[in-house]
């Protein structure tokens, strides 16, 4: 249900939004299997196995490389336990008073939803934040401040589960850096939509909002708006109230948060309708008191598709093992064809020349394929060197 992500010929990720329907040419990123991609109205878009679903995607939920409350609000409750967040909520929360410790399931202190506070009045114990989302009573500005370290955090412990699958050469290495790589994209995918709010007046005097996320431009994407509504309405006017960079992470939230006063109008969804003037007010402030999004140096390498430090460790790792295997590959030839290899000379000897640090760098640019020029540049050495290292690999 949740496969978002396919890869292609050359094993790179290619988003569920990228291809029609369908089947396709993709595999399954863990077990590469085919895809068929499943783009109706009812479910999300998503890719399934065309014949058996696999082992890694069918894991629990919370084993998935999913963005910590991107959409998930229920925080992993059961629906039972969620009930319970809910009736505590309407009878303490709501009024701002203290829950009594017998009333508290620990469930919900385990999952840090609940915290003790000796000071309160009445009961001992309060809503966090983290367990007011549930309930879709924190506000956006803070719902940033609870999301924003739980993203970090969850990308670390991807970044380490790959380090150690590598480090431990488990067969588990290529599930740990498929997790990260879909985490990866799906980082980059909320950093790089704008937020967008919107008013729209009706001819009948009605005021209808919309929230939505963009990687274009707004003025563009207002466009489409009116056109999608000209089928509904005979004349809307459009009124862009904010739109917040890099605050894709938002939408979904605001969507669970607001869901009371959510309208369909035909198949068009996202819009809302409040029922007082007073209460759109609300809904503004609660957007409008999020700070501009500023990005770290993480963020920007995620934003720009940079691969993750360890990695680009790995790939520099496994490019100087390729490297020493060159050398090895050239000393066995040179062997064979009756060279001395190992033995001590005055002037240089073949295995010597090629496993001066210039001389493996040249190696490991013709082991890519480069021309002697290419090669020469990559390695930051004169062309003659490149040619006197290619004539020691295949001296006869
Ligand atoms: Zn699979």
Redesign the pocket.
């Known amino acids: 249900m949740w ?1 978002r992500y396919g890869i292609d010929q050359d094993k790179t990720l290619v988003p569920i939004e990228d291809v029609p329907r369908g089947k396709t040419q993709l ?7 085919e ?1 068929t991609a499943k783009k109706g109205r009812r479910n999300e878009h998503h890719f399934a ?1 065309t014949h058996e ?5 069918n894991r629990s939920d919370r084993l998935l490389p999913t963005l910590p409350l991107y959409d998930n609000f229920n925080i992993w409750l059961t629906g039972k336990e969620f009930q319970q967040l809910k009736d505590l909520w309407n009878r303490y929360g709501i009024k701002d008073k203290g829950i009594p410790v017998k009333e508290v399931p620990s469930i919900l202190i385990r999952e840090k939803l609940l915290e003790r506070n000796t000071y309160r009045y009445g009961g001992e114990y309060q809503f966090t934040k983290l367990g007011k989302i549930p309930v879709g009573a924190l506000s956006l500005m803070l719902f940033n401040q609870v999301q924003e370290p739980m993203l970090l955090e969850k990308l670390q412990q991807l970044e380490k589960n790959v380090q150690v699958a590598y480090l431990e050469d488990s067969p588990n290495f290529n599930e740990c850096l498929r997790d990260l790589q879909i985490y990866h994209a799906e980082f980059r995918k909320i950093l790089s939509n704008t937020l967008y709010y919107l008013q729209i007046d009706t001819s009948g005097g009605n005021s209808i909002y919309k929230i939505g996320v963009t990687r274009r431009d707004i003025e563009a994407r207002v466009a489409e708006i009116k056109n999608d509504l000209a089928s509904h309405f005979e004349n809307v006017s459009i009124k862009v109230l904010g739109t917040w960079p890099h605050r894709g992470n938002i939408e979904k939230y605001f969507k669970y948060r607001y869901s009371f006063f959510h309208i369909s109008i035909g198949n068009l969804t996202e819009y809302y309708n409040f029922f007082t003037p007073e209460e759109a007010k609300t809904v503004l402030r609660d957007l409008r008191r999020m700070q501009l999004k500023g990005l770290s140096k993480i963020e920007v390498d995620i934003l720009e598709g940079n691969p993750s430090w360890i990695e680009q460790l790995i790939a520099e790792q496994e490019k100087a093992s390729r490297r020493s295997d060159a050398i090895k590959t050239g000393m066995e030839r040179a062997k064979n064809w009756g060279q001395h290899v190992g033995r001590p000379s005055v002037s240089e000897s073949p295995e010597e020349f090629l496993a001066k640090p210039s001389s493996q760098k040249v190696i490991a640019a013709l082991n890519e394929g480069l021309s002697l020029r290419k090669a020469a540049e990559k390695a930051d050495v004169a062309i003659n060197t490149v040619r006197k290292v290619k004539a020691s690999l295949n001296k006869n």
């Open positions: 496969l595999r399954c990123p863990y077990c590469e299997g895809l196995h679903t696999c082992r890694q995607v």
